[in-house]
T-cell receptor, first 115, second 117 residues
Framework: NAGVMQNPRHLVRRRGQEARLRCSPMKGHSHVYWYRQLPEEGLKFMVYLQKENIIDESGMPKERFSAEFPKEGPSILRIQQVVRGDSAAYFC?????????????FGAGSRLTVL | AQTVTQSQPEMSVQEAETVTLSCTYDTSESDYYLFWYKQPPSRQMILVIRQEAYKQQNATENRFSVNFQKAAKSFSLKISDSQLGDAAMYFCAYRSSMKTSYDKVIFGPGTSLSVIP
């Protein structure tokens, strides 16, 4: 069981470019959560998805950020027109059906640096 | 809204000794879950221990135990016989049991633990 796989581990973008972060949940997990960790801070909830559905996006910035979890393939967190303030570590977590956020398995994170 | 506070940004402990990390939280709910997560230098978030608020008995996992004081809204983590591999950031976290927000885990700012050989 490979666990939650995130890629890329490190991504460098210039201001105005797009960033795409991918997350493959653990085998058997159908719920995906994205969290952002700014330097020297704890993780902040962004969005919760199930296959083909966004369940809760209350933590997502209203503009430039979007997330999807298609029927096939990984979940994608997309940041358009990145700015320096988007520099952070983005963590994906997954959980099995019925457990909610009680049984979260985290990936190793994707560190985004915006120049 | 719920908040989680960790008042110790940094702590250190001698190898083999015991250390306690503090956490307080604010909520108006009576049923919820509390967690301690560990984030080593690899940055992987690892669940250390979980406590259900309706359980009076404090959770334990090997060398890790909690002191859950519901009335005081306090949830401290005790690490016994500290090992070098315990050096990490430790995050206290809260999860509501309400269906409208049960998907969110709210994290504290973290405590950086150093273990001195």
């Amino acid at each position: 069981n490979a666990g939650v796989m995130q890629n890329p581990r490190h991504l460098v973008r210039r201001r105005g470019q797009e960033a795409r972060l991918r997350c493959s949940p653990m085998k058997g997990h159908s719920h995906v959560y994205w969290y952002r960790q700014l330097p020297e801070e704890g993780l902040k909830f962004m969005v919760y998805l199930q296959k083909e559905n966004i369940i809760d996006e209350s933590g997502m910035p209203k503009e430039r950020f979007s997330a999807e979890f298609p029927k096939e393939g990984p979940s994608i967190l997309r940041i358009q027109q990145v700015v320096r303030g988007d520099s952070a570590a983005y963590f994906c977590a997954s959980s099995p059906p019925g457990s909610g956020a009680n049984v979260l398995t985290f990936g190793a994170g994707s560190r985004l640096t915006v120049l | 809204a719920q908040t989680v506070t960790q008042s110790q940004p940094e702590m250190s402990v001698q190898e083999a000794e015991t250390v306690t990390l503090s956490c307080t939280y604010d909520t108006s709910e009576s049923d919820y879950y509390l967690f301690w997560y560990k984030q080593p230098p690899s940055r992987q978030m690892i669940l250390v221990i979980r406590q259900e608020a309706y359980k009076q008995q404090n959770a334990t996992e090997n060398r890790f135990s909690v002191n859950f004081q519901k009335a005081a809204k306090s949830f401290s983590l005790k690490i016994s016989d500290s090992q070098l591999g315990d050096a990490a950031m430790y995050f206290c976290a809260y999860r509501s049991s309400m269906k409208t927000s049960y998907d969110k885990v709210i994290f504290g700012p973290g405590t950086s633990l150093s273990v001195i050989p």
